[in-house]
Nanobody, 124 residues
Framework: QVQLVESGGGSVQAGGSLRLSCTASGSRYNIMAWFRQVPGKEREGVAAANMYGGKSYADSVKGRFTISPDNAKHTLSLQMNSLKPEDTAMYYC????????????????????WGQGTQVTVSS
């Protein structure tokens, strides 16, 4: 089992920045990611980082968001800049220990472990 705890959500005006953090504990994992979801819509992959240095971003956040894993501290950060109202969502941290490249790192089915989520609200 991997336990994931997110922090750093909040409310910000459009154009502002927020930094999300996720702390992992428990079993080993080799990939972590951030997802987001709004009511009535599917969970969307935002950014992912595997333990071999690979990173992936959704097209909608490229150039604005940066994912940063810290393997020594077992944390995963998401720096979000130039935020837009459409970035408003519940953001979830996810992890898995069996990633081998078979599924896209931005698909929810790649991940077994999930955090409780942290809300991000961007006002116009």
């Amino acid at each position: 089992q991997v336990q994931l705890v997110e922090s750093g959500g909040g409310s910000v005006q459009a154009g502002g920045s927020l930094r999300l953090s996720c702390t992992a504990s428990g079993s080993r994992y080799n990939i972590m990611a951030w997802f987001r979801q709004v009511p009535g819509k599917e969970r969307e992959g935002v950014a992912a980082a595997n333990m071999y240095g690979g990173k992936s971003y959704a097209d909608s956040v490229k150039g604005r968001f940066t994912i940063s894993p810290d393997n020594a501290k077992h944390t995963l950060s998401l720096q979000m800049n130039s935020l837009k109202p459409e970035d408003t969502a519940m953001y979830y941290c996810a992890a898995d220990g069996g990633y081998s490249g078979g599924y896209s790192p931005l698909l929810p089915q790649t991940y077994k472990y999930w955090g409780q989520g942290t809300q991000v609200t961007v006002s116009s």
